[in-house]
C-alpha cells in the first residue's frame, strides 16, 4: 500500500466548520475530536490550545462562548469536578500587582471580565522568575462564585451603600486609595459602556496617566517582562495603533483567551485604610424604565427575535411585552413584512451584542449566525432538533413556538401575581 497521506478537501471543509451536521463525525474521524483537556504525567491539566475556540465564518478564530469546548462554565456535576481538577495556583509574595476592575453585570461576571482578566494573567505571568498576582476589584453586591477559575489572585470586594448604582465619585476614590496604597504595576478596566469606559478613563484623567484605549492584543516585545506592546483599534475601528503597554489599559472584549487551565485563591484583601468619607455630587435615582421596544437592536441586552416559525404575531409581540424584550426578527420574518426592516438581526442588518437573545422560530442560517456571535446566552425555540441555531443555543426548547411562548408568558404572569399577592 502506498504512503502517500491522502488529503479529502471536503471533510478538512467540514472539520472546520462547526455549524457543519457532520462536524463532530468528520472530528473524531480525523482524530481532531480527542478531549480538549487531559490530566498530563506530572498531575498538570494539559490543554490542547487548537481544540479550544472555533474558526468563524470570516476565516478568524473565535473564542466558543458557548461552553461546548470549553465545559460550560457555571454547569453542572462534570463541569465542576473539571473545575476542582485544574491545579491551583497560590502567589504567595508577588513581585507586583495587576488590577482589574471588572464591570460585573448583573453580579457576574461578564465574557468581557473573563477576557480581561486573561489578559492580566499574561501580564502577571510573563516573568517566571518574579510573578506578580492578579487582583480583582468589585463594588457592590456581586452573585459570582467563579473568581477562582477566572484567575484572580486577590480580591478586594468594596461594599456600602455609596458603591451601589452609578456611584463613580465613590468608585474612584476607592481607586485611588488603591493606587496610593499597593500601586499596582497596570490597571485594566474593559472598553465597555457598562461602566468599564467611563470609570477607566476617569482614573486615567486622575492619576494623570496616558490610557492605552480599545486594546484588543498584547504582545511581547523582545525579553519579558521588559517589554510589551499593546494594538488598540482607533480611528472609528478603521485602524490599528501599536505602543507600549502603557500603566493603564482599557481593552475590547476577546482581548485574550479567558483562563481556562488554572485555579487561583481569589484570596480576600482588605484595604488597609478606611476609606475617607467623601460628599457625592451625583445622586442616582435608580433605573427608568423604558420602552424596549424603542431600544436600539445594537444597545438592547434581552432580544426576542421571530422567524419564519413563527404564526401567531400578536401572540409573540405580546410575549416580548410581558418579558420586557426588544424585538428582532430573521431576514425572512423582515422580506415577508411582519417585521421592520430596522429589526432584522445578521450580516446584512444589526449585531447585536445581547447579554440574552431568544430566537423564536430561527432555523440558524450562517448570515443570522453572524450577527448574534457576541451575544452571551442563547435560547432557541424550534421544532427541529438538528437545526443550526438550536446547535448554537446555550440552552434549547424543542416545541411549537407558539405553544412555547404562551406557556412562557403564562408562567410570567403567574410568578408576577404570586409576588404581588406576597408583597
Ligand atoms: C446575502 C445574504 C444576506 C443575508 N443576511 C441575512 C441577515 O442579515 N439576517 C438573516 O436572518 N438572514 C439573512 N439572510 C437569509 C438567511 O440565509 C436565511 O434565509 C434566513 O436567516 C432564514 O430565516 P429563518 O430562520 O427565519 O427561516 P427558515 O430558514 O425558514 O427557518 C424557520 C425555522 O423555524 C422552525 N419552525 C417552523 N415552524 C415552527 C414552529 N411552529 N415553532 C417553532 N419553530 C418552527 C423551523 O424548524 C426552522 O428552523 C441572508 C441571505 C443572503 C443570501
Redesign the pocket.
Known sequence: MSDIVRRDPRKEWIARNRLHPQHLEVLAELGQGAASEWMGPSGLLRKNPHAVGFIGPNGMKRIDRSGVQQGAAGGGGAAKSAAERKPLVEIEAPAFLVAVVPDMAGGRLTGHDRDLLGLARQLADADPAARGAVLAVVFGEHKEDDFEGAGVDRLLHLTGPEFDGFSPEARLGALVAMDLAWTPRHWLLPDSKLGGADLGRRLAARLGERPATGVWQLEADGEAPLGWRCIARGAAGTLDFQRAVPRLVLALAECAEPVSETRHAAEPLALPEALPSQLSRIQDLGQVAVDPAGVALSEAEFILSA?????DWDAFHRAAEVLGATEG?????VDDGFMARDR??????TWVTARVYVA?????????L??IQTCDKVVA????PG?D?IKRADLAVI????K?LEALVALVEQSREEKRNAA
Open positions: 422567524g419564519n416559525g413563527v404564526r426578527a430573521s431576514r425572512v420574518a432584522q438581526v445578521g450580516a446584512t442588518g423564536v422560530g430561527i432555523s440558524g442560517a450562517i448570515q443570522h453572524q450577527g425555540i424550534n421544532m427541529d437545526c441555531m416545541g411549537d413556538s407558539a412555547v
